[in-house]
T-cell receptor, first 115, second 115 residues
């Protein structure tokens, strides 16, 4: 079965330190990969996506993600965390050559940045 | 966030009530989605409409009934719900096209409580 895993329910980081939010996937073929962020009382917001090409993708708010095909991972990273980065982060996978409905979300990771 | 709007933002209903959730997108997209977000569970795709035709129904209970009168509006009609249906219901829109990696834009959600 095709799936997306976010192995950490919560990640705690001190402000100014680098952060990583992990995502691994299990799908056939070469998927499209996405990261979304959800702030309290808001819907999800698109951060970045990987389609093809350079394994390091840069997105909004200084976030980037690294695609690793051999490890089937797409970890979200930021060199220096801000308190305002505290939110719920979702990884998502879409199969290429599929309709929009074929998108799978992970269960989310809550990122907490302490001052 | 004004690209996708949802009303009402909060709804409390009894198990015998009938209510409707409304979603409107102002982005010119051709696909719209309903998701259910429950605590500590993956985002659950309920319905997808592409070009106003329902393309996928993920075996959602019949007490949830979607309606998409045009490409900008989406409704979710609710009747005889159960307490376990209490959740945040998110609407999203995107462009759709097989093989394309379009991101989704989400509304703020309707917080539904079934008593």
């Amino acid at each position: 079965a095709q799936s997306v895993a976010q192995p950490e329910d919560q990640v705690n980081v001190a402000e100014g330190n680098p952060l990583t939010v992990k995502c691994t996937y299990s799908v056939s073929g070469n998927p499209y990969l996405f990261w979304y962020v959800q702030y309290p009382n808001r819907g999800l917001q698109f951060l970045l996506k990987y389609i093809t090409g350079d394994n390091l993708v840069k997105g909004s708010y200084g976030f980037e993600a690294e695609f690793n095909k051999s490890q089937t991972s797409f970890h979200l990273k930021k060199p220096s965390a801000l308190v305002s980065d505290s939110a719920l982060y979702f990884c998502a996978v879409r199969l290429p050559w599929s309709s929009a409905s074929k998108i799978i979300f992970g269960s989310g990771t809550r990122l907490s940045i302490r001052p | 966030e004004t690209g996708v709007t949802q009303t009402p933002r909060h709804l409390v209903m009894g198990m015998t009530n009938k209510k409707s959730l409304k979603c409107e997108q102002h982005l010119g997209h051709n696909a719209m989605y309903w998701y259910k977000q429950s605590a500590k569970k993956p985002l659950e795709l309920m319905f997808v409409y592409s070009l106003e035709e329902r393309v996928e129904n993920n075996s959602v209970p019949s007490r949830f009934s979607p309606e998409c009168p045009n490409s900008s509006h989406l409704f979710l009609h609710l009747h005889t719900l159960q307490p376990e249906d209490s959740a945040l219901y998110l609407c999203a829109s995107s462009q759709d096209g097989t093989g394309q990696a379009y991101e989704q834009y989400f509304g703020p959600g309707t917080r539904l409580t079934v008593t």
